[in-house]
């Protein structure tokens, strides 16, 4: 026993001696260095093996003043959001479709990757081209799509954006829907379709044919805008066609410009699901657009003017018809069927209660401010009237154009009565509410709508569900318009194919939004996506730097990599959302 020790004990000096490290010396070309040296045995020769080289005496010195344990430097990259859009975009194939279409040389990035930074940069935090460098290198964009600085100047972006024209962004849409709708499994039974605008700061001096003035929806007159036609699914407004137009089109134009899309967008979806109902606003309705659209297979669903069917309106409450449904509480409807644009359709006559409501308070605000003005006009006319008045004075012609832009308005014309009259050989006027129109107007117009379709075997519950439907793309257009997050203003360019390739990129912004909200709705944990983005955004990716190591080698610091604490709410959308997959570190 005691010898066996012995044995060991020596076999153990043996091998302590045998690989001893020494700190050896280097002369290179006049410099000293420093290295640690092993001498090993190699084949049966000693010979010495370098285990690492330290530099010369003063790295050296640097390096044992630095505390391994103390990190030189720390970064905090935003992490959560942009790595839930990454994700999304890689399961959809986003960057080899673009790719397919847009092909370049195998240089730096390639188009694809450009528009989806761009579309990325859209959902998170809007900037121009100039500045999304800056934003990039302060994401875990610099990890995950690797850059220089100069190849995310502005320029580049606007030499790639010119790869995109008209008809290669309608191929890589149809392309990447097609891949959508089958992975996803999208429900395409109600689509929706509708048009809205955007400003831009384009000056009137630059030639471009998209930004024109029209009718704004933010009612700024002077700007130029652009319109912007969605066709989205009821499922979660995912957009499955867009369509960029002048600023100064009508609705119905509009609509009639794009049913040889429609067309090729039901052949493509026809293929999942044989029933497409197109639900449209009645904006919108001519009697070639529905012809068009029967020949193409499409149902629909769309609303009637209330004026153009008198007879529809006369009919008696007491024939309409309430419903269990606790969605349309408080609405009422009539069902009847009627030859419209050539064919009998079935007509739908609705009121609801919270319709007529804020139609009554939108009549009464609008009559006070009339009524203001009225009385303002009634003491400048008796004014001017008076001896030694400056001015040229009223004519019973120009108070009558006076009166007649005071008491104009939807609904206002009707009820609110004006008469000139003349007292003393002077003009006055006298202002009234029509009581009786009041009355007709609230049982005859106020709160109804009159629905129009040809699912004659729809309910009369499932015809007004579709039609409210459109709240969809109301909603779709309401998060494009929101100033921080999937902003489509402002544009930040001024030609027209640059303004399509910016109005696409917006486009695919919404529709990787939409797809995270339905990810996270069938995980059970629904929300806008304001919130979503914004909660996402708190998680951050923490860089902690150290000196280097052996491993890193001399020169290159050591990086450790942690995700900040995350609440339990965020913890359940990053596995709703595999972001975990993408963190170079996770702890839970």
Known sequence: MAEQFTSCEVKAVYVYTEYVATLQKKVSRGCTYW???????????????????????????????????????????????????????????????????????????SCGEYLLLMAINRCVKPCSKASLYDWYSKTVLTRLLPAAKRALASQRFWDHMGYFDQKRIAAMEEELTSRIIQHFQIDLRTL??????????????????????????????????????????????????????????????????????????????????????????????????????DKNGYHFITSLTLTHHQDLLTVPLQKFASFQDPRLEGTTAYRTKKEVWGKQRTVVVTRSETLLRGQLAGIAAALTKKRSALLALRTKLHRSQLPKARGKGYTEASLNKHLSECASGQYISEILKVEIFKKNNRLDFRFHTDALAFDRLVRTR?????LCTDNHDWSTQEIILGARSQSHVERAFREMKDPHWISFSPSFHWTDQKLRVHAFSCVLALILSSLLQRKVAQAGLSRSASSLFEVLSEIKELVTLFPSGEKNGPGKPRAEYILSQRSPDQHRLCEALGVYRLAKSYAP
């Not at 790295?59 to 990454?86: C, H, M, N, Y």
């Not at 106020?446 to 009159?450: E, F, Q, Y």
């Open 35 to 109: 290295q640690i040296v092993e001498s090993r045995r190699i084949n049966g020769k000693p010979r010495p093996v370098v285990l690492m080289h330290l530099g010369t005496a003063a790295k050296l010195l640097q390096r044992l003043s630095d505390s391994p344990s103390k990190p030189r430097t720390a970064k905090v990259l935003e992490f959560g959001a942009i790595a839930a859009l990454w994700n999304l975009a890689d399961e959809c194939g986003l960057v080899a479709i673009l790719d397919r279409h847009a092909p370049k040389r195998h240089q730096g990035l």
């Open 192 to 293: 929706i379709f509708d048009a809205t605008n955007f400003d831009t700061f384009i000056a009137s001096s630059t030639p471009a044919e998209l930004p024109k003035r029209g009718h704004a929806k933010s009612k700024r007159k002077d700007l130029r805008i652009i319109g912007l036609a969605l066709l989205v699914s009821t499922d979660f407004h995912i957009p499955l066609l867009s369509h960029l137009y002048p600023g100064n089109q009508n609705d119905a134009v509009t609509f009639r410009s794009v049913t040889e899309d429609l067309a090729k967008r039901y052949r493509q979806y026809s293929k999942e699901c044989q029933h497409i109902t197109l639900v449209f606003d009645g904006g919108n309705t001519a009697s070639d657009t529905i012809e068009e659209l």
């Open 446 to 450: 106020l709160g109804k709508r009159i």
